[in-house]
């Protein structure tokens, strides 16, 4: 039972570099949603999406595109990193009815340097 | 906006001690409550909810109480074990900013034997 899949689980990147966080659930799961976690900060969401076709920014979108082809997988883009986007990065999936009790992946580990 | 406030870590116990971490909240609407754990290198994991004022959520001799007197959600365990060594955050969400949920900083929690 996969649950939600999130690959890399590290990744050094150069300023400026761009790059893709992917994450899949097999749940049919049609809440997913990105976070970042920064110490002391808890998770902070980053982009959400309701269904496929369907996506919406959270509370730190800037910096990072989303797209939700189908109903499993649901990407996070970095366009042009920076070092303030160092952070550990969790993707999380949930049925409509009940969106906040969410499954979350374990986690992309992003260094900029 | 919602916001939520938990202790800070870490939080350094004896196996069997007595464990509690408080948490208190923000709302606009009417939320539910959360606890959820991150064990070492992995995702978060729901630990216990409580949808309404006075109800008690439970799991694995966790417990919480929703205090809406005092905006309040405190986990406790009356005897921890070393593989509850974790870091716990608290949440909530609230259907008035669309069920989304907003997270504590996190409290880490270090069980010695």
């Known amino acids: 039972n996969a649950g939600v899949t999130q690959t890399p689980k590290f990744q050094v990147l150069k300023t400026g570099q761009s790059m893709t966080l992917q994450c899949a659930q097999d749940?049919?799961?049609?809440?997913m949603s990105w976070y970042r976690q920064d110490p002391g900060m808890g998770l902070r969401l980053i982009h959400y999406s309701v269904g496929a076709g369907i996506t919406d920014q959270g509370e730190v979108p800037n910096g990072y595109n989303v797209s939700r082809s189908t109903t499993e997988d649901f990407p996070l883009r970095l366009l042009s990193a920076a070092p303030s986007q160092t952070s550990v990065y969790f993707c999380?999936?949930?049925?409509?009815?009940?969106?906040?009790?969410?499954?979350f992946g374990q986690g992309t580990r992003l260094t900029v340097v | 906006g919602n916001s939520v406030t938990q202790m800070e870590g870490p939080v350094t116990l004896s196996e069997e001690a007595f464990l509690t971490i408080n948490c208190t909240y923000t709302a606009t609407g009417y939320p539910s409550l959360f606890w959820y754990v991150q064990y070492p290198g992995e995702g978060l994991q729901l630990l216990l909810k409580?949808?309404?004022?006075?109800d008690k959520g439970s799991n694995k001799g966790f417990e919480a109480t929703y205090r809406k007197e005092t905006t309040s959600f405190h986990l406790e365990k009356g005897s921890v074990q070393v593989s509850d060594s974790a870091v716990y955050f608290c949440a909530l969400s609230d259907q008035a900013a669309g069920n989304k949920l907003t997270f504590g900083g996190g409290t880490r929690v270090l069980v010695k034997p």
């Open positions: 999380a999936s949930s049925s409509i009815q009940e969106i906040a009790e969410a499954f």
């Open positions: 749940m049919n799961h049609e809440y």
């Open positions: 409580a949808t309404k004022a006075d």
